[in-house]
């Protein structure tokens, strides 16, 4: 056999490995969802097709898995807002002004992201609940912020350091505040750079779960995650039909913005690591 | 750009260089730094609710001297650890030099390699965990079609096949991200060191161990970082798919201290946490003397 065939009998294998261990898990969750019965895979069993466990998901008020998405997608907006905004004065800053240590306080920032979270669920919820902030959407927004900033800052500081200076100095020589320089100027220009340091952190804090955990007390306030993880469904039967219906609809959303952002996402999260 | 003109800034501009960094500060001064900074001290406490705090010192480490379920969620961490992370990178290298080459569909393939990473994990447990069931899950089905075996497995029923199970649920999640750092990597060598390499007559395997792996390991380096850190904090996917069963053979040491927090020893649980803050620190530093970060900045 010839060396090229083989490479591409190799390719062709890792291919398919490749997709079936990725999508598996996917699937057989969409398939338990629309279907009657989640034992269809068990002896004398077979798979009915059914929408009941979706208009479950409308119309039974107790799984009220719509307020958890909700509260996800509000929380991981703000965060991600809050992470541009915050992570873009920062990268500028960085980028822009020349400061001794510069190295150190960027590998220093990025530290902080590599804490265990255990390290500081207990005096988070001590001071959430001290401030009265538990169950709302503050009390994970701010940390989440905290949390994810460090990625942010990294992401907009590649970015920001190939704009050229000279936009600036056309911007002050204009008369432009450096603030209105930022805006106006950078981040315009670096678009791509928002938009994945945007995406990043709103997959990080959509996903995030100790923390959700931990300073959600009030079924109410859960975030998706931590939603699903702890239905256990009204009588003792795990309603995995409902379940992964639910999942389905949660994950949809940041399936759908990998499908669309890949390239943003894969710039992000490599251009740190490739720095280093 | 001039290294060290700091003090050459007016101070107009030092104000505002100040009020840019400040956000960005405050935030993980106030929500990183002083959690922290309060676990270390609630670590020298006894912190129960409805008794009054009282400092200790090292009492709380003294008990984890002793404590043996505290050393057996250790041992599971770091085993857990090192053996999940390197067979995630081999199945990340898999993935990451499929997706290097001229294939079909190449942005579509790359987007459905990025799914499992960006799906919460605790959504993805409780699939896997449907996956594990004992009278109807997927692994039950194929293991039978297989003809591997006829009887019923209980997959989370026994410590060794629940690490295993773990294993794979968490390898799903991970060895995408590894997968896409590698690629990073693989795509930025010059495809002209190949070709040179092919016309000297080296091989398949000579090109990936000598060619590739030594141009690309800086980022191996810095995936396997990245990964080993996020597994010390294992928390998610075991609290849904095992609970740190059977019997707290799966307890990672996230979910051993979870488990003091939700009683109210806070004393105590802080004290878990710090002693995993510093495994994770020693680690790292390992990695980071190994991998000499930062001499090219």
């Keep these: 056999m010839k060396e090229s065939k083989i490479i591409y009998i190799l390719t062709f294998s890792a291919l398919c490995f490749t997709l079936v261990f990725c999508l598996t898990p996917l699937i057989y969750m969409f398939i338990t969802s629309i279907s009657d019965n989640p034992d269809f895979l068990a002896e004398n069993k077979k798979f009915i097709f059914s929408l009941q466990n979706y208009k479950s998901l409308v119309l039974d008020d107790s799984l009220p898995f719509y307020k958890y998405i909700i509260n996800s997608l509000a929380i991981s907006s703000i965060t991600a807002l809050l992470c541009t905004f915050a992570g873009g004065l920062a990268a500028y800053a960085i980028t822009r002004f020349p400061l001794k240590h510069k190295s150190f306080l960027m590998i220093l920032i990025l530290a902080v992201s590599m804490f265990p979270q255990i390290s500081l669920v207990s005096c988070l919820f001590k001071m959430m609940s001290s401030l009265g902030c538990i169950n709302t959407y503050t009390a994970l927004a701010l940390p989440y912020t905290a949390w994810t900033l460090p990625l942010s800052f990294w992401i907009l500081t590649n970015y920001f350091e190939k704009i050229p200076q000279e936009l600036d100095k056309a911007g002050l020589i204009d008369g432009c505040s450096r603030i209105q320089i930022l805006f106006k100027i950078i981040y315009p220009t670096a678009k791509p750079g928002i938009f994945s340091a945007f995406i990043l952190s709103f997959i990080f804090s959509f996903n995030e779960f100790l923390f959700a955990l931990m300073l959600t007390t009030d079924s109410a306030a859960r975030t998706i995650p931590v939603g699903i993880a702890l239905f256990e469904g009204a009588h003792g039967q795990i309603p995995w039909g409902s379940i992964m219906a639910a999942s389905i609809i949660a994950v949809s959303p940041v399936i759908l913005i990998t499908l669309i952002f890949q390239k943003n996402i894969i710039h992000g999260l490599t251009g740190g690591a490739v720095k280093i | ?297």
Excluded at chain 2, 60 to 79: E, G, P, Y
Excluded at chain 2, 93 to 106: D, E, G, V, Y
Excluded at chain 2, 114 to 120: D, K, M
Excluded at chain 2, 145 to 168: D, E, H, K, P, R
């Design chain 2, 1 to 297: 750009m001039n290294k060290n003109n700091f003090y050459k800034l007016s101070y107009k501009e030092k104000k505002v260089l100040f009020l840019f960094l400040l956000p960005l500060l405050s935030f993980i001064f106030l929500f990183v730094f002083i959690p922290i900074l309060g676990t270390f001290i609630n670590s020298f406490h006894r912190d129960l609710t409805f008794l009054p705090k009282k400092f200790i010192f090292l009492d709380n480490f003294k008990r984890l001297l002793t404590d043996n379920s505290f050393w057996q969620s250790i041992r599971f961490t770091l085993l857990f650890t090192f053996i999940s992370v390197p067979l995630q990178l081999v199945i990340g290298f898999i993935f990451a030099i499929l997706l290097n080459k001229a294939i079909p569909f190449r942005g579509l393939i790359r987007s459905i390699v990025l799914i499992p990473w960006a799906v919460p994990a605790a959504i993805s447990a409780r699939a896997w965990e449907l996956i594990y069931n004992y009278n109807y899950g997927l692994a039950q089905y194929i293991i039978k079609s297989l003809g591997i075996t006829q009887n019923q497995v209980n997959f989370l029923g026994s410590a060794w096949s629940a690490f295993w199970a773990l294993i794979l649920a968490d390898s799903w999640k991970t060895a995408p991200f590894i997968a896409i750092i590698i690629l990073a990597g693989l795509s930025s060598i010059p495809q002209e060191i190949y070709r040179q390499a092919k016309i000297d007559g080296a091989g398949f395997i000579y090109i990936f161990f000598k060619i590739t792996v030594p141009i690309i390991k800086p980022i191996i380096i810095a995936a396997l970082l990245f990964r080993t850190i996020d597994s010390l904090r294992i928390f998610d996917l075991i609290y849904v798919l095992t609970h740190g069963g059977p019997g707290g053979s799966t307890a990672s040491a996230s979910i051993y201290g979870y488990q003091f927090f939700l009683s109210g020893e806070f004393g105590y649980g802080s004290c878990v946490s710090v002693f995993l803050f510093i495994i994770t620190f020693i680690i790292s530093i390992c990695y980071i003397k190994t991998a000499r970060f930062g001499e090219k900045i």
